[in-house]
């Protein structure tokens, strides 16, 4: 790919001033508006939300003009994001915007759309909503940049290769692979060399699309830089062991997204260095991120996207916190396995253990092991209709859970953001009849 001299020259002057300008703007409009009464089972908001807004705000604001002055490409949540920072890629997650569309009340329109041009309804959410972008370019981020490459790995389900295939397809333009065997015994099964060959044979293309040279020494600085930051993460996640807990699993489901889609840069090592001071200040103060923390909770499976303020609300109104899940566990599980002096073996090894790419077991033992460190009361488990690698198994999980913790669970049925999938009446009477059993149940785990 050429730069284009005029793209390059846009792209900087609203990087250094456009984005800034924004900020400014939206500082002033929101000064004198009133503000959305806060509810009373909450403590104080954690200062790093409005951080958080500006760090995604300005990556999606800075995305529209990336097109021309860097190589764009498309990532699933589970590929070595790491290789592409190398060759100054600006990274677009469809499956962080399809959750941004999910919140923004904007999932079922899309995917409606896209059924509209044949895809099933019983394909995940953020693969139509993502077609249905691409059909009707909606979009609450306000323009995504058409990429010059995709960059899918199967390693957390197998919709991502078709569903990738098919906008290589319309939009004919490459798609980089990286097939991920699972591991049905054990996550140490993984062919490493068959992983870390495919890594280095992405090279040529990744030189090709982007007119960039391979830098060995950048790949092990963005190595360096993913690991630390996914380690922050890991010990922010691990503030909430204490009792109170300083934020809800609701919180870090937002917080959770710049080391989804902002891994390997140094911004996201310095977002994830604050959150982790500001965790940590609550903690010495005893701030709870509810004002009474009666019982604590596990989540298991992606949020509710369209539902998570409700959510909230429900649960802390009853002061239950639900202080982990094994979704936003996952970054900070296998982060750490990464290795700035094994790249490419480290790579495949950190990728090919994530938590989808394992079998039941392997989850049964990592919820196990959460619901003891977190010192868990009871568990919810979302079935999400969309995301089928992540259901598929957890009435057993809940069998598993209940014989050797005797926890009280729930599992309830919704989607991650099409709304159409979600049953208030059903909800609630599943949570009613999970409030009763947490009520009457007062055996602490062993
Ligand atoms: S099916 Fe599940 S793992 Fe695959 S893209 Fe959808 S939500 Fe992600």
Same mark, same amino acid.
């Given at each position: 790919m050429q730069n284009k001299p005029m793209s390059v020259l846009r792209y900087r002057f609203m990087k250094d001033l456009g984005a800034p300008l924004l900020f400014d703007l939206q500082r002033r409009r929101s000064i004198g508006k009133r503000k959305r009464r806060r509810s009373p089972h909450f403590g104080p908001p954690l200062r790093s939300n409005t951080r958080l807004r500006k760090l995604l705000t300005r990556h999606y604001y800075l995305s529209r003009y990336a097109k021309g002055a860097l190589p764009v490409a498309w990532v699933t949540s589970g590929a070595p994001v790491e290789l592409l920072r190398v060759f100054d890629f600006y990274t677009v997650y469809p499956e962080n915007h399809g959750a941004l569309c999910g919140a923004k009340q904007m999932g079922t329109e899309l995917c409606t759309a896209a059924e509209g041009h044949g895809y099933s309804q019983d394909l995940c959410a953020y693969a139509r909503i993502d077609l249905g972008h691409h059909f009707t370019g909606s979009t609450p981020a306000g323009k995504l940049p058409r990429p010059d490459l995709l960059f899918a790995s199967n390693n957390i389900c197998q919709t991502v290769l078709y569903w990738y295939k098919a906008l290589a397809h319309y939009w004919r333009i490459p798609l980089l692979l990286l097939d991920t065997p699972f591991n049905f015994e054990s996550p140490s099964d993984a062919p490493i060399e068959y992983l870390s060959a495919q890594l280095e044979e992405m090279i040529p293309a990744l030189e090709r699309v982007s007119g960039r040279r391979f830098d060995p020494d950048r790949f092990m600085q963005v190595i360096a830089l993913s690991k630390e930051s996914c380690a922050l993460w890991g010990r922010v996640l691990d !503030? #909430?062991? !204490?009792?109170?807990?300083? #934020?809800t699993i609701f919180d870090a489901f937002a917080h959770l997204a710049p080391i989804v889609s902002l891994r390997g840069l140094e911004v996201t090592r310095v977002y994830y260095r604050a959150l982790l001071d500001e965790m940590q200040e609550r903690v010495d103060r005893g701030i709870g991120a509810l004002t009474k923390e009666r019982k604590r909770l596990m989540w298991d499976n992606i949020a509710i996207w369209f539902k998570v303020r409700q959510m909230a609300e429900l649960f802390a109104a009853r002061g239950l916190n639900f202080v982990t899940a094994t979704y936003t566990n996952a970054w900070a599980e296998t982060g750490g396995m990464i290795d700035p002096g094994r790249p490419f073996e480290s790579l495949a090894r950190a990728y090919s253990q994530v938590i989808l790419n394992n079998n039941l077991k392997h989850r049964l033992v990592l919820m196990e092991r959460l619901i003891r460190e977190y010192r868990v009361d009871g568990l919810v488990m979302h079935s999400a209709r969309s995301c089928k690698p992540y259901s598929i198994g957890q009435y057993d999980l809940k069998r598993g859970i209940s014989d050797r913790l005797r926890i009280p669970s729930a599992v309830i049925e919704a989607d991650i953001a099409d709304a159409r999938a979600f049953s208030e009446n059903q909800v609630t009477s599943q949570l009613e009849l999970f409030f009763e059993a947490l009520e009457s149940h007062s055996q602490p785990i062993s």
């Open positions: !503030t #909430m062991k !204490t009792r109170p807990a300083p #934020m």
